[in-house]
């Protein structure tokens, strides 16, 4: 099972830019997909990005789409989601995710491995 660990989250004003990053160890880092999905309070965990195994396919949720970027180094086990431009809507807890599937997906339930999350605060 791999475990991962988030970081880089904040206060942040909007407008800003923020990078978040996310650790990971106890598997094959290069035959999972990652993602990042994102939590605000009394809602349901949604889709932000997804990347594949070797970093040259990305999806992301119309919502963040030209803001955010997702990327992954496979050397350093570690990916990353560039938000640029924030909003107080993209106010979240952010979590990182693996999954052993091929196709990039913005289903939930397709990624096995969470991270804890790392809390984003964006005010007006």
């Known amino acids: 099972q791999l475990q991962m660990a988030e970081s880089g989250g904040g206060l942040v004003q909007a407008g800003d830019s923020l990078r978040l990053s996310c650790a990971a160890h106890?598997?094959?880092?290069?035959?999972?997909?990652f993602a990042w999905f994102r939590q605000a309070p009394g809602k349901e965990r949604e889709f932000v990005a997804a990347i594949s195994r070797q970093g040259g396919g990305t999806m992301y949720a119309d919502s963040v789409k030209g803001r955010f970027t997702i990327s992954r180094d496979n050397a350093k086990s570690t990916v990353g989601l560039h938000m640029n431009r924030l909003k107080p809507e993209d106010t979240a807890v952010y979590y990182c995710?693996?999954?052993?599937?091929?196709?990039?997906?913005?289903?939930?339930?397709?990624?096995?491995?969470w991270g804890q999350g790392t809390q984003v605060t964006v005010f007006s």
């Open positions: 995710a693996a999954g052993t599937g091929v196709y990039l997906t913005r289903q939930r339930n397709r990624y096995g491995d």
């Open positions: 106890g598997g094959t880092f290069n035959t999972y997909i």
